[in-house]
């Protein structure tokens, strides 16, 4: 049942997607819509009750990017801007899916959602950062519950259904999931007015500001919009430029807006990229196929046009490409040269120690990632990689330890829960561990296998009382879902 699994490699290709997606839709035939709510007494707490439930069940339809060091950063910028847009409903979730299309939206009740194809067009963090504050501001203003407010009834189903819809694109797939359901005027709902998006512009602007970040990254990140919408008018348009329109307009009005503050901006300090980089190419390196993405890595490091620390942070992106491949001798010289760059950037040190324990030379990874973890202990990347680690070197405690830690930080990170299974298993105890395999299946979305781990666990013996009440709140969260 633990079989040590390879690094898993997602693949965003046709085919998966239509998969997932027909997965989704079987599952979702089969639910009940006795539950469904009338959108014109649509309140905040009937919006967060869908999100809560979209948050377990949207697994099953995209193929998410959740590993520590990623969820953590696109999480940060999150924060980041919700600390000065003040009061919200919602806990927001911010998640990266894996898929070459250039898409994101935001989900009821703060789920924000971006795909690694629109973080691909992007240069740096402000730009990244804009996105992210322009989708909390058609959080906050409330226009998702406007859009459902026009429609007849809103459901779990029929949310997952518009969005999978939305998310796929143009396409017979994504035609089928709508037609016939009250998905289909439901999705029409999710693609946000002019009104809409010059609120939500003005908004991000604004947190820009005061985040003492300059607007440019909002301007160069519309200008790509509009340079996309117009290369491809006549031909497919990306899903963003769909439900996120008018992107000239757009342009023009924050444009106007730095125009008018003029000098006033000149005070921002410039951002440092390297994280974002960093997250960029790590990305990259899980999405691509292994050629073109060298192809890409060499093309830029030939430009003229890139300053030394972009073109430093190329070596990170073949680092990742080489470990990819099991090339960890040339791997780790492209880190090398990096962390000669970076040399007090300790999530460097952790990849280090990543690179060593993969090639088996797990003494060598040991000092790395603890140099790592000491130097930032919130570093949940180097503790999760330390958890690893321990349990090869068959140090049980001490993964459990850490493993523990990074539950408590990132509480829906699924695979923490599978390597807590894996700990239980190896240490005799069988019930805790088909507790963390159900926790595991659960926000995995496999709602059937959870519930089997749960009988299993409740056959156990020795299960702490703990445990026990934790999955009863479990049974009645999936029996909820299953209503749905």
Not at 160 to 186: E, K, Y
Request: proline share 2%.
């Amino acid at each position: 049942m633990f079989k040590q699994n390879s690094r898993r490699k997602v693949f965003s290709s046709g085919l998966k997607v239509l998969c997932k997606a027909i997965n989704l839709f079987l599952i979702l035939v089969l639910v009940t819509v006795s539950s469904a709510v009338k959108s014109n007494a649509l309140s905040v707490g009937e919006e967060r009750k869908i999100g809560q439930r979209l948050l377990y069940q949207i697994r099953l339809a995209f193929p998410t990017l959740d590993d520590p060091d990623i969820s953590q950063y696109i999480n940060s910028l999150g924060e980041e801007v919700l600390n000065v847009a003040g009061f919200q409903y919602f806990d927001y979730h911010f998640t990266i899916i894996a898929s070459s299309q250039f898409n994101a939206f935001a989900a009821p009740s703060g789920l924000v959602f971006f795909y690694s194809g629109l973080i691909e067009k992007m240069d740096n963090e402000d730009e990244l950062v804009s996105v992210l504050a322009h989708e909390i501001g058609h959080v906050a203003a409330r226009h998702i519950a406007e859009g459902m407010e026009q429609g007849t009834q809103i459901t779990v189903a029929t949310t997952l259904l518009a969005l999978v819809g939305l998310a796929l694109g143009a396409g017979a797939l994504s035609q089928a999931l709508l037609t016939g359901s009250l998905a289909a005027g439901h999705a029409a709902n999710l693609h946000f007015s002019r009104k809409h998006e010059e609120e939500a512009d003005r908004m991000a602007y604004g947190w820009m500001k005061e985040m003492g970040r300059h607007p440019r990254g909002q301007e160069e990140m519309l200008r790509e919009m509009n340079r996309i919408n117009r290369y491809t008018m006549g031909n497919a348009i990306p899903q963003y430029l769909l439900t996120h329109p008018y992107p000239a307009e757009r342009l023009d009005y924050i444009q106007s807006l730095i125009a008018y503050e003029g000098k006033k901006l000149n005070e921002f300090k410039e951002t440092d990229n390297f994280a974002f980089l960093r997250m960029k190419y790590r990305v990259m390196s899980l999405v691509q196929e292994g050629k073109k993405f060298r192809n890409f890595l060499q093309s830029r490091l030939a430009s003229t046009t890139l300053d030394q620390r972009d073109k430093v942070m190329l070596y990170y992106g073949f680092s990742q490409l080489d470990r990819n491949e099991k090339n960890y001798t040339s791997a780790k010289e492209y880190l090398q040269k990096v962390m000669r760059f970076y040399p007090e950037k300790s999530i460097l040190l952790a990849d280090m120690g990543v690179l060593e324990m993969e090639a088996g030379h797990k003494k060598r990874a040991l000092p790395l990632l603890q140099t790592a973890y000491d130097r930032d202990r919130n570093d949940m990347w180097a503790a999760f990689q330390l958890a690893r680690l321990w349990f090869q070197l068959e140090e049980y405690g001490k993964a459990e330890k850490f493993l523990i830690e990074v539950k408590s930080e990132l509480p829906t990170f699924s695979k923490v829960y599978y390597e807590l299974g894996k700990v239980k298993a190896a240490t005799g105890k069988k019930a805790d561990s088909a507790f963390y395999l159900a926790l595991y299946n659960l926000y995995e979305g496999r709602l059937n296998l959870a519930k089997y781990n749960l009988k299993i666990a409740l056959k156990g013996e020795g299960m702490s009382d703990r445990y026990k009440e934790e999955i009863k709140e479990m049974k009645k969260t999936i029996e909820t879902l299953e209503k749905e």
